[in-house]
């Protein structure tokens, strides 16, 4: 049985030139740049997915924080029916000595009486 050691552009499977460097893997300039190109794209729409999940949190701790005011505490269930992430945050900080998970513009304490109250950073 005959094995060939033939290399192929892992962009557009043409044959590689075995005159060429050995660790190559595209066969031109323009298949490695448009396979970064689609690389690139990939990752902007992870990032863009991950930018909106903060966008959403923080808009909804914002129509909280208007709608109570800044002294009530806020059942949870409110939050979570309106589609709140409680997994996401930018930092942990202290608020009035308590622990507050920040968001973006806001920043929430989540209590064992499953209460929440919020702040505007």
């Known amino acids: 049985m005959l094995m060939s050691n033939k290399k192929y552009c892992q962009f557009c ?5 075995g005159d060429e460097h050995g ?4 066969c031109d300039v323009s298949c ?8 690139g794209n990939d990752k902007y729409k992870d ?6 999940a903060f966008s959403k949190t923080d808009q909804i701790l914002k129509s909280f924080y208007e709608l109570y005011g800044p002294e009530k505490f806020i ?11 409680w997994h996401i945050n930018k930092k942990e900080l202290i608020i009035e000595g308590l622990l507050s998970k920040q ?8 209590f064992q009486n499953k209460t929440v109250k919020i702040w505007k950073v």
């Open 13 to 17: 499977y043409k044959p590689l030139n």
């Open 23 to 26: 660790n190559r893997i595209y």
């Open 32 to 39: 490695y740049s448009y396979q970064k190109r689609l690389r």
């Open 47 to 52: 990032t863009k997915a991950q930018l909106a």
């Open 75 to 85: 059942p949870a269930g409110l939050l979570d029916a309106a589609g709140m992430d």
């Open 103 to 110: 968001i973006d513009k806001y920043a929430y304490s989540l």
